[in-house]
């Protein structure tokens, strides 16, 4: 058993420790994934060390207990802080908020009195009390204490946000965090299977933890899949987006006369303006250019007219550019896929890479 409960902690600590690495190589300038990462990495070195120490190895190495306990009392504060960045609420580092920390901080003064104190150093290792089948921990009952409440309320603050999303009335709407709400319930579930199972059957405290492990697996595999459809970006490509088209829209009346694309048929070659054309597709080595009643083939790529036109055109699949100016309405269908309605009524799909720049470039 012990070994199978190690076996299957560590796919749980390699999995959630890989995940953590994509999400910071992929995108290392948001903030966000940082949050990720922390949220990731850190029950995962718990989980590995609780295994250890179940399983009756190390028992020696106290420090790596100590470093346990002090890391898993950082992991609430750090869900908290994420769902706020997610909510849209900035995070000031004032006194107030260290205090999220001071838990931790007095498990890290607690450890350190242990270590002085050598003849309680044996100590560390048993920081349990058993009264028949009653079984408490000195240092997790806090744990999980405080993991609850952080959780409760950061559901509490989720729910309210996808509720205000399901009342907005705007075309384009605040991005819904159901899978951070699936998340946060999905971890209260697993810290009450374990509390319980610790509290009342301590028998059976092996085969739940197991369970709880091998439920984790699946589940962060899940919330990757679940975060990489939201396709968040960094801080600063939103305020690229924004900076990018949002002052040139002001301009575009002006500008349009200028703004002409070549058209080469077998007979004759022109130019139509850039104001009367609706979208653009690609068809193998060539571009079909689409007007209100007609459409062109043209010697452009989509990378050249994207390069050439870029405050007009707006990049919103690999095949498929389309003129920001005669887009008429977005609709979102189950399942989370975005289609554009177009002047000429057409609906042009969304491919999920580039959901969230066309957000955030329409809600502007």
Sequence with gaps: MKTWLLALSAVAVINMIGLSIVLIIKKIRSKKNWLIAAILILPAYSIFLASIRYAGLFSNYSFLIAL?????????PVILFYVRMMTGRKISFRLKTFLHFLPSFLVLCFMLTLFLKTEWTYLLNHLQTKQGLLFTDFLEIPFVIQALSYLFYCRKKVLN????????TDKI????LRWLQTLIQGLIVIILIVSVAAVFFPLVEYFLFFMSIASIIPYFYLFFKLLSSEHLFSEKDHEFLKSFFVPQKKQLLFSFPE???QIKTADTQFFID???LLYIRSEEKYTRVYLADRSYLSDYTLIELEKKFPEDLLRIHRNSLVNIH????IEKIPGGKLFLV???KEKLEVSRRMAEPVKVVFSS
């Design 161 to 168: 946000h996808n509720q205000s999303v399901k009342k907005s």
């Design 342 to 344: 177009m002047a000429d």
């Design 259 to 261: 703004k002409k694309i």
């Design 326 to 329: 005669h887009v008429k309405n």
């Design 68 to 76: 346990d306990y002090i890391l898993i009392y950082l992991w609430p």
């Design 173 to 176: 709407h605040p991005v819904s």
């Design 274 to 276: 850039i104001a009367s």
